[in-house]
């Protein structure tokens, strides 16, 4: 069997076009005159943007996860709702939702252009996620936790605080990372907002080379820059993921 | 196991065999629909101008015309036309001296005048107007070229595609639009009460249908040859006609 996968993957690259490849996906000129802005405006947009929808979306979740596992019925009806809502609608719409609805309907727009709409609507997304990989977590915590800290006379707001929730985080960080690499990807999709030379991410800012030379090129650019991201970024955790568990012993 | 290998071995067979047919003898034709009045679907039926004259073409060359509704980016990557999913793609494209040093160009087929649409209940009445304003256009276009070297202090916004850049128009993002003329004549028609159309800028530029740098030469000479027939004995005119 894996004679013949090897087999496969030789005749791919006997039978692959090499020239053409070259062409449409490496030509040199072209990635010449990506930089430096592909770095100084693409990938440290779409790290900006990241950033601040993922800071926006973790408190966010926080609140509808610790709303989901209220008593007060109310409380877990919302966020079931907002969750069930916002996992559920493609992250486009909702971006076109947050970016042209909410004028459309309420003559306000939220302020700070692509950064402020794109950071809140997909900020909004990634809540709806990681609300329930919180929740999850909280309830991956021994229940005697909980117990054991109201009974040292701690208020059960105290004991969530100190005691349950830095457990629940050490268990989620995998899924938490996870959610951050997909938000990294889904800063591509707020090329539906519309940019201005110095607002575009990425694979915008590739699409728009594209466009110009009419060559693919700029995709395999953008596409090492996402990976100079992310690999980094999931090495970074992989570590800290250790630490914490080191910790535990 | 046994099993695995002999479906994957026809599989890739049939797949190097329909490679290696390419299809039947159809013009393969690579579009960017909705593009009205360029290129468009009506039921179920692609047309429009751009279709309606390759189509003539097509019929001057004694072949049938395929539409394949591609979306731009293959088409402006090229790798639509270099891969041989479409012979030649018709979807607007602007003619460049820079996207010329990657694909070859047709004779252009059509000017295209660019135009600045306003909303109605703006005030502006020009370009100079949109000083501190946001003015929409369309990646990759002309009418973005043409924005940002005649900038009046706006903030040039660009979008994706005509429907991005009304939807923007009808929630008040963009006060305005600066883009070819037909989208924005197709808007004002279509919405008389929204919008204005306060200007025209005539530029050299046009339309092209595009082919593949290397290995189109024969396909491009006859596709030229076709289009100076039609302009000549009228039917470019009379397509015209039915799209404008």
Request: net charge negative.
């Amino acid at each position: 069997m894996y004679g013949l996968l090897g087999l496969v993957v030789a005749a791919m690259v006997f039978f692959a076009d090499w020239e053409q490849i070259r062409k449409s996906f490496f030509n040199v000129e072209i990635i010449k005159s990506m930089f430096p802005e592909v770095v100084t405006v693409g990938a440290r947009n779409t790290i900006i943007y990241t950033a601040l929808a993922f800071a926006l979306g973790i408190v966010w979740a926080l609140g509808l996860a610790l709303m989901k596992l209220s008593s007060v019925a109310p409380y877990r009806w919302f966020a079931t709702a907002y969750i069930e809502l916002f996992r559920g609608l493609p992250a486009l719409i909702t971006i076109i939702l947050v970016g042209f609805g909410l004028p459309l309907a309420f003559g306000w727009s939220i302020p700070g252009g692509t950064l402020g709409k794109g950071a809140i609507g997909l900020g909004i997304v990634a809540a709806a996620y990681m609300a329930e990989t919180i929740r999850a977590g909280i309830q991956a915590v021994p229940r005697g936790q909980m117990e054991a800290a109201r009974s040292l006379g701690m208020s059960s707001g105290t004991a969530m605080t100190y005691i349950i929730l830095p457990q629940a985080f050490r268990i989620i960080i995998p899924p938490l990372t996870n959610e951050l690499v997909l938000l990294i990807k889904d800063t591509s999709l707020l090329f539906v907002l519309g940019s201005t030379p110095q607002s575009k991410e990425l694979t915008k800012f590739a699409r728009d080379v594209m466009a110009a030379k009419v060559n693919a090129t700029p995709l395999t650019v953008v596409a090492v820059m996402y990976l100079l991201i992310t690999l980094p970024l999931t090495y970074l955790v992989r570590k800290l993921e250790r630490k914490a568990e080191a910790e535990k012993r | 196991m046994k099993r695995l290998s002999y479906a994957l071995a026809v599989l890739m067979s049939t797949a190097l065999f329909a490679t290696a047919c390419g299809g039947s003898d159809a013009l393969v034709l690579c579009t960017d629909a909705p593009y009205p009045p360029m290129e468009m679907e009506i039921d179920g039926e692609f047309t429009g101008f751009d279709i309606e004259l390759m189509r003539a073409i097509a019929d001057e060359l004694g072949r049938d015309l395929e539409v394949n509704n591609i979306g731009f980016d293959p088409i402006t990557s090229g790798l639509a036309m270099e891969s041989g999913e479409c012979e030649i793609a018709a979807a607007s494209i602007t003619i460049t001296a820079e996207r010329a040093e990657n694909i070859n160009f047709s004779d252009p087929y059509f000017t295209a005048d660019q135009s600045l649409l306003v909303a109605a209940d703006s005030g502006i009445t020009n370009l100079a107007g949109f000083a501190g304003k946001n003015l929409g256009v369309q990646t990759g276009t002309t009418g973005e070229m043409y924005a940002n070297a005649n900038d009046p202090g706006a903030t040039i916004i660009s979008f994706e595609n005509p429907g991005d850049i009304f939807t923007a128009l009808a929630a008040g993002e963009v006060e305005g639009v600066l883009q070819d003329i037909v989208p924005n004549a197709e808007y004002v028609l279509n919405n008389p009460n929204d919008a204005d159309l306060v200007e025209t800028y005539p530029t050299d530029e046009s339309y092209g249908f595009a082919v593949k740098k290397e290995g189109s030469e024969d396909l491009l000479k006859s596709v030229n040859e076709a289009l100076a027939k039609l302009v000549e004995d009228g039917t470019y005119d009379q397509i015209y006609n039915d799209w404008f």
